[in-house]
């Protein structure tokens, strides 16, 4: 539990219903909080005391931090047929031109399905 003990500097309210409570603890650091108008805690001059911590969130815990691991190797195709080479530069031109890339044909899928499985 941290707490810090700043004297108020300012209090700003305007047309909302919050206000901005400015105080300046003996470091000199800014301390800035909102509170709703009503709740505004004394005046200019007097003590502000702040007494926090941080705490885990468990509705988004993170995960520790471990060492990086070995790079993982990617699989690359064996080889490339000619036929193959030719859909994906369809693909990327569609593409670049700003349409939808080529879709492929029900035999065309079913062919890359057996090569696949052939592999």
């Keep these: 539990m941290t707490t810090i003990v700043a004297q108020i500097r300012a209090i700003r309210m305007g ?24 709740e505004v805690p004394g005046a200019v001059g007097d003590l502000l005391v702040l007494s926090w911590s941080a705490h885990a969130n468990p509705a988004a815990a993170t995960p520790a931090l471990t060492a990086p691991s070995a790079p993982v190797s990617v699989p690359v195709p064996a080889s490339m047929s000619t036929a193959d080479a030719a859909v994906v530069d369809g693909q990327f031109d569609a593409l670049m031109r700003g349409g939808a890339p080529q879709t492929l044909t029900p035999d065309q899928q079913l062919a890359a399905l057996f090569k696949e499985k052939a592999r």
């Design 15 to 38: 047309h909302s219903e919050r206000a901005q409570v400015h105080a300046v603890c003996a470091k000199g650091h800014d301390i800035k909080i909102e509170v709703a108008s009503d």
